[in-house]
């Protein structure tokens, strides 16, 4: 079993920037990725970045060049930087922390609007 928490949402306007924090908790020994998507009212859920256990990073083509994942292993979290935020970023962001097995566990989101 594997929770995650998801903080660092809120509102800003289009050019400003927020970083978007998740921690995992429980049997975190076994994730492989965490992977950050978001979720915009009407539209289906959209990859947005991804972070392997080596660190190599893999990008929506949207967010290339404005977004950046990181992460800490010692405090078992995954960051997601976003800089010159677009009033179409508006959505809910989701953790999702994949385990060697490939089972996916989700963290229950958090908002970003970004106002024009």
């Known amino acids: ?24 908790s429980g049997s975190t020994f076994s994730i492989n990725t965490m992977n950050w998507y978001r979720q915009a009212p009407g539209k289906q859920r959209e990859f ?8 190599r990073s893999n990008y929506a083509d949207s967010v290339k060049g ?9 405090k078992n979290t995954v960051y997601l930087q976003m800089n010159s935020l677009k ?13 060697m097995t490939l089972r996916d ?10 106002s024009s």
């Open 105 to 114: 566990y989700w963290g229950q989101g958090t908002q970003v609007t970004v």
């Open 1 to 24: 079993q594997v929770q995650l928490v998801e903080s660092g949402g809120g509102l800003v306007q289009a050019g400003g920037s927020l970083r978007l924090s998740c921690a995992a």
């Open 48 to 55: 947005i970045a991804q972070i392997t256990t080596g660190g």
């Open 66 to 74: 404005r977004f950046t994942i990181s992460r800490d292993n010692a």
């Open 87 to 99: 009033p179409e970023d508006t959505a809910v962001y989701y953790c999702d922390a994949r385990l």
